[in-house]
């Protein structure tokens, strides 16, 4: 018999690939592969992992230390 923490364990996780599978499906083909904050090509390998993406991975980690991550 499953306990109320392995409920909401499992519940979290069917959560959280719906989510991860919803954002896949977002893949904009003629997405442009340019940071949007700094104008460098964005690495095929970033791209390519998260479709997503508008920033490089150093232009990202400066968003996420100053804290502004949330677009």
């Not at 964005?42 to 968003?63: F, G, H, M, N, Y």
Request: glycine share 2%; hydrophobic share 30%.
């Amino acid at each position: 018999m499953a306990d109320n923490a392995d409920i909401a364990a499992e519940l979290m996780e069917r959560r959280m690939e719906a989510a991860l599978s919803s954002r896949l499906s977002l893949r904009i083909p003629n997405h442009d592969p340019d940071c949007e904050d700094c104008g460098n090509e964005i690495p095929k390998p970033r791209r390519d992992a998260l479709p997503w993406a508008t920033t490089c991975v150093e232009c990202q980690s400066l968003r996420e230390r100053r804290g502004r991550h949330v677009r």
